[in-house]
Nanobody
Framework: QAEVVESGGGSVQAGGSLRLSCTVS????????MSWFRQAPGNECELVSH???????YYAVSVRGRFTVSQENTKRTVYLQMNDLKPEDAARYYC?????????????????????WGQGTQGTVSS
C-alpha cells in the first residue's frame, strides 16, 4: 500500500516561510497526482494546491502568489513552499495522493475512496 509522509511544519512569525515536504513510497512517482489540504480547528478541510501532469497546477485563491508546489522525482518528494505566511494560514497540512482536485469531507476523510493520506504536519503562524 502506498505511503505518504509529511514533514517541515513548524512555528513562524507572520511574513515568514515554511517548506513542507511529502515523501511518497510504494507508489509510482511518474504521473503523480498530489493534493495539499489543510484544516484549522473549527474550519473545514480546505484544498490548498493540486499538482498533476494532466491539468494546470491549482492554488486556492487565498494562497496564490505566496505558495508554490514542486516535485523532485529523484527524492520521490513533493514540496509546498509557503511564503509571506499569515496567521490565517495556521493549520495542520496534509498531502494526499491520488485524490485529485476536489473537496473532501475531512482531513483526513473518514472511510475509504479518498486516495492515500499522510499524518499531517502542523504549521503555526504568530502575528
Amino acid at each position: 500500500q502506498a505511503e505518504v509522509v509529511e514533514s517541515g511544519g513548524g512555528s513562524v512569525q507572520a511574513g515568514g516561510s515554511l517548506r513542507l515536504s511529502c515523501t511518497v513510497s510504494r507508489f509510482p512517482f511518474d504521473d503523480l497526482d498530489m493534493s495539499w489540504f489543510r484544516q484549522a480547528p473549527g474550519n473545514e478541510c480546505e484544498l490548498v494546491s493540486h499538482i498533476s501532469p494532466d491539468v494546470p497546477t491549482y492554488y486556492a485563491v487565498s494562497v496564490r502568489g505566496r505558495f508554490t508546489v514542486s516535485q523532485e522525482n529523484t527524492k520521490r518528494t513533493v514540496y509546498l513552499q509557503m511564503n509571506d505566511l499569515k496567521p490565517e494560514d495556521a493549520a495542520r497540512y496534509y498531502c494526499a495522493l491520488d485524490v485529485g482536485r476536489t473537496s473532501v469531507p475531512g482531513c483526513p476523510p473518514p472511510g475509504p475512496g479518498y486516495g492515500y493520506w499522510g499524518q499531517g504536519t502542523q504549521g503555526t503562524v504568530s502575528s
